[in-house]
């Protein structure tokens, strides 16, 4: 056990007798016996039911899944909305790195997640009371990390990053095997322009959006297409220019019934038309604000922002804003089940 493993400014210390408390927005409450100040020992914890500082979530039944920047993977009970109840996580160091999570997807009984720290891992979820890690792809040569995932048939690919040594170097997009779920191996890697890629997928083709300029490979932040008609060798068919795309600024995208949404805050959405997968026409661009979490999740004839902010997408080309809230501080993503809305904070 670490005691300064997350470094923020939300972190509180009050000591009595030869007890220090401890309080942290990713960690909960920690007690620890000081006694002996040479070798501080906890001897109590709690942690709340969903901790702070969340990346990402997916709701299946009664289940929300959360993984959470420092604070790991979540499995919450939520089949009684007003009373959450955590059932498991793992905050658990990876190869000796923290862990920090930028992506989750559920597919059947697996849980598959990105990390910046730690590429890729794998949870069997079948009791959520107690998953375990499965399989992982790293390299413990050398650093490397990942910004985003998406699952396709019997792929995952990963918007990642490699130093010089690794068995993946440079940025670019990563294609790994996923024939037996449980075991990922690494199987192909694409050298594409720029960096930070997020991505979605939809039949034969992967969309990969720009988040930053590589200064080795600088191109306009653009929207890039990629045939994976042979899932594990994607080949680039296209790009297109975002206009109003930043360097290092948040976006998402989002592929549904032949459309494909973008996310640019504050900016606004871009929506695209899919008739043709290789050549997306932009056919809207309305100008309402959003705020600074671009996550984007689809549920009927509506498009949720971050779970503040909804669109009526009716007629997609005609994007209406639908309506907002403005009780919720710092949504960052959301899981849309039924007529209720969980959301995280970033």
């Known amino acids: 056990f670490e005691f300064t493993v997350t470094e923020t400014s939300e972190r509180g210390v009050f000591a009595q007798g030869n007890q220090v408390y401890i309080t942290d927005q990713a960690y909960g409450l920690t007690v620890v016996d000081a006694h002996d100040a040479g070798n501080p020992t906890r001897i109590g914890y709690y942690l709340p039911p969903v901790p702070d500082v969340l990346q990402a979530i997916r709701v299946e039944g009664d289940y929300a899944y959360v993984v959470g920047r420092t604070s790991g993977f979540h499995i919450v009970d939520i089949a009684n909305p007003s009373q959450l109840r955590q059932l498991s996580y793992d905050n658990s160091r990876k190869n ?103 991505l979605a997928t939809d039949g034969h083709y992967l969309y990969a959006l720009d988040g930053s300029v590589d200064s080795k490979q600088s191109e306009p932040l653009s929207l890039r297409i990629l045939d994976i008609s042979q899932p594990l060798q994607p080949t680039e068919v296209n790009q297109i220019a975002i206009e109003g795309a930043m360097p290092l600024g948040l976006s998402d995208i989002l592929l549904d019934d032949g459309f494909l949404y973008v996310s640019l805050p504050p900016q606004g959405l ?77």
């Open 96 to 198: 000796l790195y923290l862990q920090n999570p930028t992506g989750l997807e559920l597919v059947g009984k697996y849980a598959y997640i990105s990390d910046s720290s730690y590429p890729f891992r794998v949870y069997d979820v079948s009791n959520p009371n107690q998953p375990v890690q499965t399989g992982a792809v790293f390299d413990p040569a050398a650093s490397d990390g990942a910004y985003d995932v998406v699952i396709a048939g019997k792929a995952a690919y990963l918007s990642g990053w490699g130093l010089q040594d690794a068995f993946y170097p440079g940025d670019g997009l990563w294609v790994i095997d996923l024939s037996d779920p449980s075991r990922p191996q690494a199987a192909q890697f694409v050298d594409l322009p720029n960096e930070r890629w997020q």
């Open 270 to 346: 871009k929506v695209f038309d899919l008739s043709n997968p290789t050549q997306p026409v932009e056919v809207a661009s309305p100008s309402f604000l959003m705020g600074m979490s671009p996550k984007l999740e689809k549920a009927g004839n509506n498009l949720f922002v971050a779970g503040t902010m909804a669109y009526d997408l009716t007629d997609p080309q005609q994007p209406q804003l639908a309506g907002y809230a403005n009780n919720v501080f710092e949504g960052w993503d959301c899981a849309v089940v039924g007529d209720r809305i969980y959301v995280i904070t970033k």
